[in-house]
């Protein structure tokens, strides 16, 4: 079993930042990938960016520039920075945790970017 607990969500102007945290706890193994997903009213739920264990990273070309995905492995926390944020990016954000292609979710926190 695995757990996963975001915080950090909430409402904010547009140009502002917010920073989600998400902890992950339980079956861990060590060869995983953490990351954050989003989905807004209406549409999919589509990668953000993800982080390995050993710190190579993946953006979404809307967040490059704007967003910083990290990791604290001896947390198993994996965070997301969020700068020069817009109406665009409001959605329900997700953790994940991708175990050899199995993915676990976080139940996810609600971003609304006001204009």
């Known amino acids: 079993q695995v757990q996963l607990v975001e915080s950090g969500g909430g409402l904010v102007q547009a140009g502002g930042s917010l920073r989600l945290s998400c902890a992950a706890s339980g079956s861990i193994f060590s060869n995983n990938i953490m990351g954050w997903h989003r989905q807004a009213p209406g549409k999919q739920r589509e990668l953000v960016a993800e982080?390995?264990?050993?710190?190579?990273?993946n953006y979404d070309d809307s967040v490059k520039g704007r967003f910083t995905i990290s990791r604290d492995n001896a947390k198993n926390t994996v965070y997301l920075q969020m700068n020069s944020l817009k109406p665009e990016d409001t959605a329900v954000y997700f953790c994940?945790?991708?175990?050899?292609?199995?993915?676990?979710w976080g139940k996810g926190t609600l971003v609304t970017v006001s204009s």
């Open positions: 994940a945790l991708r175990i050899v292609g199995t993915y676990y």
């Open positions: 982080i390995t264990r050993g710190g190579s990273t």
